[in-house]
């Protein structure tokens, strides 16, 4: 009998605990922006060597499989070292202003930036590199069929699924109330050299879940203008 009553207590209580509201396991998204704003929104200043991360990429196989890829893990070095890149950044594939007219621009200028000493052109975007495939199949850019590739054959699109390299970057921006997004990140663009930053165009007002979303200073021209300028 007194084993009993000690566990119908200890039920009793354990049943009563589960409708006690667990205050310390949870953060408000006010907190989380907060969080997100102390430890990864200060942006990286021009000079300073960019993230080292493992991107998760999609490569391109000998397949008839109407999604000819395989996974491919390749390091900041890989798509970086060695090369003068025209990155711009955006929050999301498929959203209206990154595909009506940043991806647009850039794919538009890309010739021409190569022509200005840039050895390649990124598009980079918190989202996977399913997506982005499919947000790249949808605005029309031409595939790049052949094995080992990572996707088109113009403008690079570079999936940064877990928000590591737009962390360290000091670009997240949480727009988890006012459009549901959660963690993507800030619009910007920069020139990278060798793995530092040459130079960087951020977009202004750069706060935690904004309403604005400014397109003035990361687009396609602006970047066509510093280019010529060097």
Same mark, same amino acid.
């Given at each position: 009998?007194?084993?009993?009553?000690?566990?119908?207590?200890?039920?009793?209580?354990?049943?009563?605990?589960?409708?006690?509201?667990?205050?310390?396991?949870?953060?408000?998204?006010?907190?989380?922006?907060?969080?997100?704003?102390?430890?990864?929104?200060?942006?990286?200043?021009?000079?300073?060597?960019?993230?080292?991360?493992?991107?998760?990429?999609?490569?391109?196989?000998?397949?008839?499989?109407?999604?000819?890829?395989?996974?491919?893990?390749?390091?900041?070095?890989?798509?970086?070292?060695?090369?003068?890149?025209?990155?711009?950044?955006?929050?999301?594939?498929?959203?209206?202003?990154?595909?009506?007219?940043?991806?647009?621009?850039?794919?538009?200028?890309?010739?021409?930036?190569?022509? *200005? $000493?840039?050895?390649? @052109?990124?598009? /980079?975007?918190?989202?996977? =590199?399913?997506?982005? &495939?499919?947000? #790249?199949? %949808?605005?029309?850019?031409?595939?790049?069929?052949?094995?080992?590739? *990572? $996707?088109?054959?113009? @403008?690079?699109? /570079?999936?940064?699924?877990? =928000?590591?390299?737009? &962390?360290?970057? #000091?670009? %997240?921006?949480?727009?988890?109330?006012?459009?549901?997004?959660?963690?993507?990140?800030?619009?910007?663009?920069?020139?990278?050299?060798?793995?530092?930053?040459?130079?960087?165009?951020?977009?202004?007002?750069?706060?935690?879940?904004?309403?604005?979303?400014?397109?003035?200073?990361?687009?396609?021209?602006?970047?066509?203008?510093?280019?010529?300028?060097?």
């Amino acid at each position: 009998m007194k084993f009993a009553t000690v566990l119908t207590s200890s039920l009793l209580v354990g049943s009563a605990r589960a409708f006690v509201p667990r205050a310390t396991g949870l953060m408000s998204t006010r907190m989380m922006s907060a969080v997100a704003a102390t430890d990864f929104s200060t942006p990286i200043s021009e000079g300073s060597a960019i993230p080292d991360i493992t991107w998760k990429t999609r490569s391109r196989i000998e397949s008839s499989d109407e999604n000819p890829f395989d996974w491919k893990d390749l390091s900041t070095s890989d798509l970086f070292k060695g090369k003068r890149i025209a990155l711009f950044s955006l929050p999301g594939a498929f959203t209206p202003t990154c595909s009506s007219t940043h991806l647009p621009g850039y794919e538009a200028a890309y010739e021409e930036m190569k022509n *200005l $000493g840039v050895d390649e @052109v990124y598009c /980079l975007s918190v989202n996977d =590199a399913f997506v982005m &495939r499919q947000w #790249g199949l %949808s605005q029309g850019l031409e595939e790049d069929k052949t094995v080992g590739s *990572l $996707g088109f054959k113009k @403008v690079k699109l /570079l999936p940064d699924g877990a =928000a590591l390299f737009t &962390r360290g970057m #000091g670009m %997240s921006s949480t727009w988890t109330e006012n459009r549901g997004f959660g963690e993507r990140s800030w619009r910007y663009s920069a020139v990278i050299d060798d793995c530092k930053v040459e130079k960087l165009f951020i977009e202004p007002g750069f706060i935690q879940d904004s309403d604005p979303d400014p397109f003035e200073v990361s687009d396609a021209g602006t970047m066509m203008n510093y280019l010529k300028s060097k």
